[in-house]
Every structure is written in structure tokens, then in C-alpha cells.
DNA sequence: AAGCGATCCAACCGCTGTTGG
DNA sequence: ACCAACAGCGGTTGGATCGCT
């Protein structure tokens, strides 16, 4: 689209990371922090791209990452999370403390992928018997084909959280962050992941502000009757952007059969402005054994 | 031990959304 | 309103490793 490149890619180091490579970036990151990606390769002295950096930091030198296998728990929360939310890798991982979205998109496709794709239904054996990580990718098209079995993916587009509004009737959150939060940060707080199920995320919930009509042409629409369930008096404020949170937006879709649970829950727990954004509930809702079938 | 295919996973690529001038 | 820079995401690639013959 006529945009120039991140970087020039002349006299710049590809491949694996070297151990000095490594100490210099980590060294640089701890002294100034992370961002300014771009510039950071020269201020650091690397010969990598900023994106390079970034992605070197993110997937494998920050200090809280979690090496090692996949517990049980993880790999049967990452199986419910990517029945709710398709391949957003980095809303899973962010329900994984430690664990990066590459990593659970790697372990997706190498693992989980296959097992998905052996419980899915013996007539689709035609798609499954050459199965292979390439195989995978009609089943994790979440745009175009129908989802299988085993994989029933709400279909998204992501959004973003522009806005941010921190509930007065709480207490703030114990280190405000610098910069307004980002949606990784709204939808995937680390205080709160759901696989410890434990305390519910700061009362934080985001919108625009002005109401959304939610009417344009983004895909996510398409695989839900959205407007229809948008109130016809446009007197409650629905936030499209309540996805950045996919989730969330998957639970209006959810809301969209005729299951009063989902219903509820998405009335209650998002399009209410004085509600919070309440991981735990959607914890309980995977934890339901009976959603997926919701949804015919 | 060598050859070869399968598998894994770090890294790259292209694209999109956000932000600021 | 427009545009470019920036940050982030998900899909894909390819080298390294593993396991079998």
C-alpha cells in the first residue's frame, strides 16, 4: 500500500539471535524499557530490525516468560479459548501468564491442532487424513468456511479498544499504567488470568465516545446477525469495541441464539456501562460444558 | 552410520489498527 | 481529513532436531 518498510533490510542480521545479540537487546530494554522499536536496533547498537527486536523480546528474552510444556490446565484452557475465540493468539496467551502468542499458536498447530482435528467428525476424515500444520488452515479460517465440530469458532474481526473508562466506584488499579491501556492490556490482564480463576479483573471497561452504530461493512458482522440485536431506539450504548475483546463480542454473538444465558450475560456484563468487564463470569462461561452446542 | 521424512519452533512477512502531526 | 510512523497481530517459512529405516 505504497507504505515503506519498517526498515531497510540492508546490512541488517537475519536469522536466529546470537547470545550476544540477546544480551545486548535485554541490556538496553532493562535501561530504557521497551518501545520505540524502531529506533531502539540503533540506539542498541543491533544490526536487526526494530520489529526483529520486538518479536526477540516478546517471544523469548522478557523475563516473565514461562518456559517448558504446556501443563494440562493450559493446554485444556487454551482448547476452550480457541473454541471461543478462533486463532487470536495473543488474547489466549494473554490469558496465559507466561506464555506467548507464538508459542501457543506454534503449540496450536503442532498439538492441540491435530487433536482437534482427530475428535472432529469421522465423515471429514477426506480433510483430516493428510493432515499437517498446512492442513489445519481451513478449519482455523474463521472467515469463510463453515467451522467444524471441533473447532467452532465464533468468527471476529479484531477491534480496538480507543477509550478506556475506569469505574469510579472502584478502587483504581494498584499501578495505573502510563499511557492509556491498550486492548492487550484491557482484554488480557495479567492480574487476572482465567486459569488460576482467580480475583476478576479491575473494574475497567472501554467504549467510544459516541455511540457506535455498528452498521459499517467489518467482518464482524458477518457471522452474526448484529444489527439485529442492536436496540432499535439506539438508547443504549453498544460498544463494537467491547472486543478488543473478542470475547466479548463473541458473547453477543453467543447472545444472538436464543439463549437467555448469553443474553444476560452479555447485557449484564458488557453493554452495561456501569458494568465491569468480569473475567471470572466469562471463566464460568468456558467452563460450562454446554455452550458450544448453544449456538444452533 | 547414513539417509530421509516428519516434526518443532524461532523468526520473518504482510497486513491492520492506532496515534500524532 | 489526511497521511505517515508506529505497534501489534496472525499466517507462514525454513532451519534444526528427532525418529525411523
Known amino acids: 500500500m505504497g507504505r515503506s518498510p519498517c526498515c531497510s533490510k540492508e546490512g541488517l542480521n537475519r536469522g536466529a539471535w546470537t547470545a550476544l545479540e540477546d544480551k545486548i537487546l535485554t541490556a538496553y530494554i532493562k535501561a530504557h524499557g521497551e518501545g520505540k522499536w524502531r529506533n531502539l536496533p540503533k540506539r542498541a547498537g543491533l544490526k536487526r530490525c526494530g520489529k526483529s527486536c520486538r518479536l526477540r523480546w516478546l517471544n523469548y528474552l522478557r523475563p516473565d516468560i514461562k518456559r517448558g510444556n504446556i501443563s494440562n490446565d493450559e493446554e485444556e484452557l487454551i482448547v476452550r479459548l480457541h473454541k471461543l475465540l478462533g486463532n487470536r493468539w495473543s488474547l489466549i496467551a494473554g490469558r496465559l501468564p507466561g506464555r506467548t502468542d507464538n508459542e501457543i499458536k506454534n503449540y496450536w498447530n503442532t498439538t492441540l491442532g491435530k487433536k482437534a482435528n482427530a475428535q472432529a467428525s469421522p465423515q471429514s476424515k477426506q480433510n483430516s487424513q493428510s493432515f499437517n500444520k498446512r492442513a489445519i488452515e481451513p478449519m482455523t479460517n474463521t472467515q469463510s468456511s463453515k467451522p467444524t465440530l471441533a473447532t467452532q469458532v465464533i468468527p471476529t474481526k479484531a477491534t480496538r479498544c480507543t477509550k478506556v ?54 467482518d464482524f458482522l458477518n457471522f452474526g446477525h448484529w444489527n439485529e440485536f442492536q436496540p432499535s431506539d439506539g438508547g443504549t450504548l453498544i460498544d463494537n469495541d467491547c472486543d478488543k475483546n473478542l470475547s466479548i463480542g463473541s458473547y453477543h454473538s453467543l447472545a444472538l441464539s436464543d439463549d437467555l444465558m448469553f443474553k444476560d450475560w452479555a447485557l449484564n456484563r458488557c453493554l452495561d456501562d456501569n458494568s465491569t468487564l468480569d473475567l471470572e463470569s466469562l471463566a464460568h462461561l468456558l467452563d460450562s460444558e454446554e455452550w458450544p452446542e448453544m449456538r444452533h
Not at 488480557?188 to 488470568?193: E, S
Not at 476478576?200 to 457506535?212: D, M, V
Request: charged share 15%.
Open 165 to 218: 473508562f475506569l469505574s469510579l466506584q472502584s478502587p483504581p488499579p494498584p499501578t495505573p499504567p502510563p499511557k492509556a491501556l491498550s486492548s492487550a492490556a484491557i482484554d488480557d490482564p495479567p492480574q487476572a488470568p482465567l486459569l488460576n480463576h482467580q480475583q476478576a479483573s479491575p473494574n475497567l471497561h472501554c467504549g467510544t465516545e459516541e455511540p457506535q452504530a455498528c452498521d459499517d461493512d467489518s
